[in-house]
């Protein structure tokens, strides 16, 4: 069975990392992604950074710039939740916690690299949707054209 994804959240939008793999997601996948920051502001200049670090200037309107105000609603309509806020174990439990009460039965979310348990972070999410937590690495290579799959 294949998963595909066509709207994308990226918690944490506007660090390098987060600004690429927002990029890669409207790119590659041609999904549309909540981009959420501290502020709508830093959102939007992550969007156009994103825009610039793909080189596909036409992603940009694929790009959705938010801030934390928007979580649960982002999360909500999103087939993939990708979070990577700032190491710090009380914020992430904090946000697994929302995402995990928002997260839909048919969607995945996903940490990406972090020196934090994901086993203790998948305790923030209700059981019945706690399988549908992971750690996500991040490839160019596991995105078709065609669509996101995974």
């Known amino acids: 069975m294949s998963l595909k994804i066509k709207t994308v959240t990226v918690v944490g939008a506007n ?16 999904a549309m992604v909540y981009m959420i920051s501290r502020d ?34 982002c999360v909500s309509k999103s087939d993939l939740v990708f979070e990577s806020a700032a190491e710090n174990l009380e914020l992430k439990i904090d946000l697994h916690t929302k995402i995990g009460k928002a997260l839909r039965k048919d969607a995945i979310a996903g940490i990406g690299s972090s020196g934090l348990s994901i086993t203790r972070l998948a305790e923030c999410y209700p059981e019945d949707v706690r399988g549908q937590f992971f750690g996500i690495h991040i490839l160019a290579s596991a995105l078709r054209a065609d669509g996101i799959t995974l």
Do not use: C, R
């Open 15 to 30: 660090g390098t990392m987060d600004t690429n793999v927002s990029g890669i997601f409207a790119s590659f996948g041609d």
């Open 40 to 73: 709508k502001e830093k959102s939007k200049k992550a969007a156009l950074k994103a825009g610039k670090t793909v080189k596909a200037g036409s992603i940009v309107g694929h790009l959705i710039p938010t801030d934390y105000s928007m979580l649960e609603e």
